[in-house]
């Protein structure tokens, strides 16, 4: 089974016009500066950090968003903290730091996808805010300790998993679920509508040539 590169799922479903890498990359950043100022709890409400991150997303990129909307996204961060913490602990699973990927055979992919569908948003890739995660949620800072696939549990569906339109950042519940379900292939091919400037110009001369 050929997999899809992991991050066509992540730029499909971790962001969106109202919430982009960019705003995260505020968002997560804020957070980190709380936590090292003794303001960020792992297990806690953080209401004033979650608050405080929010409006420097609201004021560097000129949106609205809200606490319930931090608060949201940090659920959703950790999460992915969780995951990827849990992925790069299992035999086969080669961390590349310096490139910023996770490498593995096929069956090992397989079996994990089965397993934790957020898992494909992995495949051959990396969590992003992974350094800054691990400042807010590592062992060092947590009582939780990251999901491990162990060999005896049983296969979860998508649904099991997590509620797609409480997790994804799409608001279009058929474009989550295409996505979701959305087998493992090579990316998809161009827009047949695309036409090029030079295809257009060439066929616009055509057109005057034989109005002529």
């Known amino acids: 089974m050929v997999f899809q590169d992991g991050y066509f ?3 499909r479903l971790f962001y ?3 919430w ?3 705003m995260e990359a505020t968002f997560v950043g804020a957070l980190v500066e709380h936590k090292k100022h003794g303001n960020f709890k792992p297990n806690g409400i953080n209401f004033h950090a979650v608050m405080s991150a929010i409006y420097d997303v609201n004021k560097k990129h000129c949106t609205r968003h809200s606490y319930a909307t931090g608060e949201n996204k940090l659920r959703k961060l950790k999460e992915r903290y969780m995951i990827f913490s849990s992925i790069i602990t299992v035999p086969g699973v080669v961390v590349n730091k310096v490139g910023r990927y996770v490498t593995a055979d096929d ?3 397989e079996k994990l996808t089965k397993k934790r569908v957020l898992v494909k ?4 890739a990396y969590e992003d805010f992974y350094d800054g995660l691990c400042m807010l949620y590592g062992p060092d800072s947590a009582n939780d300790e990251p999901t491990v696939f162990h060999e005896e549990e049983e296969v979860d569906s998508v649904a ?3 509620p797609p339109l409480e997790y994804y950042a799409s608001d279009d519940e058929d474009e989550v679920n295409s996505i979701l379900a959305l087998p493992s292939a090579p990316p998809p091919s161009p827009d047949p509508s695309y036409i090029s ?3 257009t110009s060439s066929s616009a001369s055509n057109e005057i040539s034989k109005s002529h």
């Open 9 to 11: 799922y992540q730029r």
């Open 16 to 18: 969106s016009a109202k």
């Open 20 to 22: 982009t890498h960019e």
């Open 107 to 109: 069956a090992i992919w």
């Open 121 to 124: 948003c992995y495949v051959n």
């Open 160 to 162: 099991s998993f997590c």
């Open 197 to 199: 400037v030079e295809h």
